[in-house]
């Protein structure tokens, strides 16, 4: 069975799922891009929970086993403390001696997965979570076997060709399988001359609040405070938010009598109280919302939750894989001239 993952399975169709993690190649990745004294594994640890969670809550699967590949005594920490954390986060080690070259996990993890596929065929999803490997080869024979495939990594590919139509959306930037803190502390691999104008994908080198609007208005639209209110509800808690999430759930919240989602998310914008910014994403860009701290009308609705309302923050990182297949949405944005995706009809 094959899943997109803009679609939520039903429970009768919810298939096992299975985590293979390639250890070795994103923990070097890790500790190139983490500052000195970090102990990366403790961000795979945390990156592994979340998707396991995503999985879950997002798409219905229950990944009943996470496997790591990798030489746990090659990394400088102390293979024990690895090992311990590793199994406290529910992630079986699969212990593989590091050669020269530095595939043997990734081999490895590939011929897990076609003895896995054959062997034990209630397992409906493949879920792997990398580095900078991208397994278009793994990738396109499981999708071919009829197997929901997913592949969260911290780099993506620019362009994936020879990928079969259908599956170009197999990839997940896991950066975003960290909380807002843990990513600013994973510096971005990429050339800077690769960044879009918009910024760089990732924590930007100045701060959010830095580049919030300088003039502002008091929101007089009913419709937009309540849009306001519901941001602050559902997502108050993260520093950047999803533009397509966001609208799903403006769709879901707003009143009849509040107006479209996308036309409230306008007028706060007009009066500076949020603003949009692009960010690189695969296949497809798309956009971030961030909200003015030192709006008045925002001062006013963080006062009033702080009082009583704790939130219900509803999962929206992980939701944003359907924002990279385009969505209506952002096709409305790009019409107005706004910061939307390129789209072509999903996430």
Do not use: C
Not at 223 to 237: K, N, P, S, T
Not at 281 to 294: A, E
């Amino acid at each position: 069975m094959s899943f997109r993952r803009g679609h939520k399975p039903t429970l009768s169709e919810a298939p096992l799922g299975l985590i293979l993690v390639d250890y070795d190649n994103l923990f070097n990745l890790l500790e190139a891009h983490t500052s000195k004294g970090e102990q990366p594994h403790r961000f795979l640890v945390a990156m592994q929970a979340e998707l396991r969670r995503y999985l879950q809550d997002e798409l219905s699967i229950r990944a009943t086993r996470s496997i790591a590949f990798g030489d746990f005594t090659d990394h400088g920490i102390d293979a024990g403390v690895i090992l311990t954390d590793l199994a406290d986060s529910g992630i079986e080690p699969r212990h593989v001696p590091a050669s020269r070259d530095r595939t043997d996990a990734e081999v490895d993890l590939t011929l897990r997965a076609a003895e896995l596929l054959h062997t034990h065929r209630d397992i409906g999803a493949f879920v792997i979570l990398s580095g900078n490997h991208w397994y278009l080869p793994l990738v396109r024979h499981l999708h071919g076997s009829g197997k929901f495939v997913l592949v969260a990594s911290l780099e993506l590919p620019p362009q994936v060709t020879g990928l079969p139509s259908g599956i170009s959306d197999a990839y997940l930037n896991a950066r975003f399988l960290l909380d807002a803190r843990s990513r600013e502390s994973i510096r971005d691999s990429r050339p800077a001359s690769r960044e879009p104008e918009g910024g760089q994908e990732g924590a930007p080198t100045e701060s959010a609040q830095s580049r919030a609007p300088e003039v502002t208005t008091p929101i007089e639209d009913a419709g937009a405070l309540h849009a306001l209110e519901i941001l602050e509800e559902y997502f108050g808690q993260y520093e950047e938010v999803y533009l397509t999430p966001l609208l799903r759930k403006l769709t879901e919240a707003l009143d009849p009598e509040d107006g479209e989602p996308k036309d409230a998310v306008s007028i706060l914008q007009e009066s500076g109280a949020v603003w949009l910014e692009k960010r690189r994403g695969f296949p497809y860009d798309y956009t971030v919302l961030l909200v003015n701290g030192d709006h008045p009308d925002v001062q006013q609705v963080r006062e009033s939750f702080a009082e009583g309302a704790d939130g219900a923050a509803d999962g929206y990182e992980d939701d944003f894989e359907d924002s990279a297949d385009g969505d209506d949405f952002e096709d409305d944005y790009d019409e107005e001239g706004e910061e939307g995706e390129e789209t072509d009809d999903r996430r």
